[in-house]
C-alpha cells in the first residue's frame, strides 16, 4: 500500500508543475519582440531634438513593453515606457537616435532589431561657419557671447545671434552686435533665471547671417557653467594684533557660500605680492559688529604695519554651486593701509630735477669762457711785456703822437693870431 500512495503523490506533483507552466502564471515571454513604428524626428526651439515612434505591431500581450534608445556610439542608453525621446544639443552635426522594444528594463535583455532616424545636417560650407563660439555669463546679469569669422566667409557679412531658454515665450533676437578686434560678439540681458531651479536651465545659442550664405553654428549655454562675477568692493582695512583685516562686499546676486576667493597684498618695503586663496572667508573681531549683512572679512597674517600695504581681490564661483570655477573676476579697485614716506618730496624731485639740470646746462653754455678764464687765468708773456715797453710802438702809441702834435700846432696858431692882432691894437 505504500507503494501506490508513493506514486500517487509523485503523479499529483508533476500534475502541479505542468498546471503551473501552462496557467495564467506570469512568465516573460523569451521571443524577440517586433520593431518600432513610425519612427520620426523634429526640432523645437533652437536646439532642442525630439523623436517620437509607435508601438511595434504585433507584440506579445503578455509584455509590458520597455524602449530601449542611445545616441551615436551607443551615449545615453536609457529604457523608459514613454513613445518619445528628447535631447538639447547642438545641431552642428548630423545626430542619430537608434530605438528598440523589449519586455522588461534589464538592459542585458536583447531588444528588438534597433530602428535609427537621424537630424539633417545644417545646410552650407562648413568653411564659412563661424569658429570660437563661447558665451559667458556675466554676473548673473547679461550673457556675452563671442567668435570668429570662418574662413571661407566675406568680410562685409552681417551676422545675426539668436537665443532662447525656458523662460521665454519665444525665441530672441540679439540687437547689440559689435566688434573687438578680430572678434564679433553680442550682449542681451539674462536675469530672469536667478530661481531656484536655474542649475536645470540652459540657454541655446545660433549664430547666422541676415542672407542665409553661411552655415549656422550653435552653442549651448549650461548656467551652471561659464559663469563670471563682478569684481567685490573692498570696505575696510584695519590692523589688530600684527594681522591685518579685510573687509569686502562681495558682487550682486551671488551667495557667499558659492564663492572663492583670492587675496592679493603687496608690501612697499618688500615689493612682493603675496596672494591667499581663500575657500571660507570669516573671521571673528569685535570690530565687525554691526556692519552690514552681506560683507565678508578675511585676516591677513604676518603684515607689517609699519610699512605700506595695498590690497585688491577677486572671485570666482566654486563647485559647491556651479560646475565651473575657472572664471575669475577681474581685480578689485586696491586700497592700501600702512606708514610710507611722503611721495609729494619724491615727486616734487623728479619733476624739478630735469629743470635744474638744464638750466645748469645753459649757464654753463652761456659762462664757459668766463669760467674758463677763472678756473685757469692766463700766463703772462714777459716777451710781449718787453716790447711794449722798449720795442715798435703799436698803433695807439701812434695815434697818440700825432694828437700831441696837432694840439701844439693849433696852440701856436692860436698864439700868433692873438699877437698879431695886440700889435695891430697898439699902432692904433
Known amino acids: 500500500m505504500e507503494r501506490p500512495a508513493r506514486l500517487c503523490g509523485l503523479w499529483a506533483l508533476l500534475l502541479c508543475a505542468a498546471s503551473g507552466g501552462r496557467g495564467g502564471g506570469v512568465a516573460a515571454p523569451t521571443e524577440t519582440q517586433p520593431p518600432v513604428t513610425n519612427l520620426s524626428v523634429s526640432v523645437e526651439n533652437l536646439c532642442t531634438v525630439i523623436w517620437t515612434w509607435d508601438p511595434p505591431e504585433g507584440a506579445s500581450p503578455n509584455c509590458t513593453l520597455r524602449y530601449f534608445s542611445h545616441f551615436d556610439n551607443k551615449q545615453d542608453k536609457k529604457i523608459a515606457p514613454e513613445t518619445h525621446r528628447s535631447k538639447e544639443v547642438p545641431l552642428n552635426e548630423r545626430i542619430c537616435l537608434q530605438v528598440g522594444s523589449q519586455c522588461s528594463t534589464n538592459e542585458s535583455d536583447n531588444p528588438s532589431i534597433l530602428v535609427e532616424k537621424c537630424t539633417p545636417p545644417p545646410e552650407g560650407d562648413p568653411e564659412s561657419a563661424v569658429t570660437e563660439l563661447q558665451c559667458v555669463w556675466h554676473n548673473l546679469s ?55 531651479s536655474f542649475e536645470q536651465h540652459s540657454v541655446q545659442i545660433v549664430v547666422k547671417d541676415n542672407a542665409g550664405k553661411i552655415r549656422p553654428s550653435f552653442n549651448i549655454v549650461p548656467l551652471t557653467s561659464h559663469v563670471k562675477p563682478d569684481p567685490p568692493h573692498i570696505k575696510r582695512l584695519f590692523f589688530q594684533n600684527g594681522n591685518l ?94 606708514e610710507n614716506t611722503d611721495p609729494t618730496f619724491y615727486i616734487t624731485m623728479l619733476l624739478a630735477t630735469p629743470v635744474i639740470v638744464a638750466g645748469a646746462i645753459i649757464v654753463l653754455l652761456l659762462y664757459l669762457k668766463r669760467l674758463k678764464i677763472i678756473i685757469f687765468p692766463p700766463i703772462p708773456d714777459p716777451g710781449k711785456i718787453f716790447k711794449e715797453m722798449f720795442g715798435d710802438q703799436n698803433d695807439d702809441t701812434l695815434h697818440w703822437k700825432k694828437y700831441d702834435i696837432y694840439e701844439k700846432q693849433t696852440k701856436e696858431e692860436t698864439d700868433s693870431v692873438v699877437l698879431i692882432e695886440n700889435l695891430k691894437k697898439a699902432s692904433q
Not at 153 to 169: A, E, F, K, Q, R
Not at 257 to 281: H, K, M
Open 245 to 338: 583685516y579685510v573687509q569686502w562686499k562681495n558682487p550682486q546676486n551671488f551667495y557667499s557660500r558659492c564663492l572663492s576667493y583670492q587675496v592679493e597684498v603687496n608690501n612697499s618695503q618688500t615689493e612682493t605680492n603675496d596672494i591667499f586663496y581663500v575657500e571660507e572667508a570669516k573671521c571673528q573681531n569685535s570690530e565687525f559688529e554691526g556692519n552690514l549683512e552681506g560683507t565678508i572679512c578675511f585676516m591677513v597674517p604676518g603684515v607689517l604695519p609699519d610699512t605700506l600695504n595695498t590690497v585688491r581681490i577677486r572671485v570666482r564661483t566654486n563647485k559647491l554651486c556651479y560646475e565651473d570655477d575657472k572664471l575669475w573676476s577681474n581685480w578689485s579697485q586696491a586700497m592700501s593701509i600702512g
Open 142 to 196: 547679461y550673457m556675452k557671447c563671442t567668435w570668429l569669422p570662418g574662413r571661407n566667409t566675406s568680410p562685409d557679412t552681417n551676422y545675426t545671434l539668436y537665443y532662447w531658454h525656458s523662460s521665454l515665450g519665444k525665441i530672441l533676437q540679439c540687437e547689440d552686435i559689435y566688434r573687438e578686434g578680430q572678434h564679433i560678439g553680442c550682449s542681451f540681458a539674462l536675469t530672469n533665471l536667478k530661481d531656484s
